[in-house]
């Protein structure tokens, strides 16, 4: 079962709440155990980011222009 985090605004409790994805998708509300106030919001974890292309891997050798005749770049 997947575990969420939650922030209450009330008392700045951040606190997890364990629910089915058939309750999320219902509409989960859950209250702080602190203080028992429902003003509280889920804490998104960035956790799961992909790392994207960051495109810095490519050689710094070879013709700069891309082509493949070796004299068309002054090489
Ligand atoms: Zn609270």
């Given at each position: 079962m997947?575990?969420?985090d939650f922030h209450c605004?009330?008392?700045?409790?951040?606190?997890e709440v364990r629910a089915s994805i058939k309750e999320k998708?219902?509409?989960?509300?859950?209250?702080c155990p602190?203080?028992?106030s429902?003003?509280?919001?889920q804490v998104v974890t960035a956790g799961l980011?992909?790392?994207g292309s960051d495109g810095?891997?490519?050689?710094?050798?070879?013709p700069t222009?891309?082509?493949s005749n070796r004299g068309c770049c002054g090489s």
């Open positions: 997947p575990l969420y605004e009330q008392c700045e409790t951040k606190f998708q219902a509409g989960l509300q859950p209250e602190i203080c028992h429902q003003a509280v919001r980011v992909l790392h810095g891997s490519l050689p710094s050798s070879g222009c891309g082509c």
